[in-house]
């Protein structure tokens, strides 16, 4: 069983930056892949970006590239979103998830492991 937890949510300007965290208990993550999902209201469940844990090698959706990075640090189990220049569309409950193989994936259906989500709010 893997648990996810998501902090770093909050609320910003518009233009400013945050950086979520994920931390992740699991007795391994030598095939997994992590991915951070966000859902704004009355719209479906979107990727962000993805990172393989051992690798390192990442995706990122095009709406997010250029002002996104996705990172992990391997000693504390925990998995980074560096988001910078914030747009209000960028609003949304962000969500951390675990995919146990497979490697990265752009699709919901494909994680096998969800946290409980941080909200992110920018303001105009």
């Known amino acids: 069983q893997v648990q996810l937890v998501e902090s770093g949510g909050g609320l910003v300007p518009a233009g400013g930056s945050l950086r979520l965290s994920c931390a992740a208990s699991?007795?391994?993550?030598?095939?997994?892949?992590m991915g951070w999902f966000r859902q704004a209201p009355g719209k479906e469940r979107e990727f962000v970006a993805a990172?393989?844990?051992?690798?390192?090698?990442?995706s990122l959706a095009d709406s997010v590239k250029g002002r996104v990075t996705i990172s992990r640090d391997n000693a504390k189990n925990t998995v980074y979103l560096q988001m910078t220049s914030l747009k209000p569309e960028d609003t949304a409950i962000y969500y951390c998830a675990a995919r146990a193989t497979g490697g990265i994936s752009r699709t919901t259906y494909d994680y096998d492991y969800w946290g409980q989500g941080t909200q992110v709010t920018v303001s105009s």
């Open positions: 699991a007795r391994t993550f030598s095939n997994y892949a």
């Open positions: 990172i393989r844990w051992v690798s390192g090698t990442t």
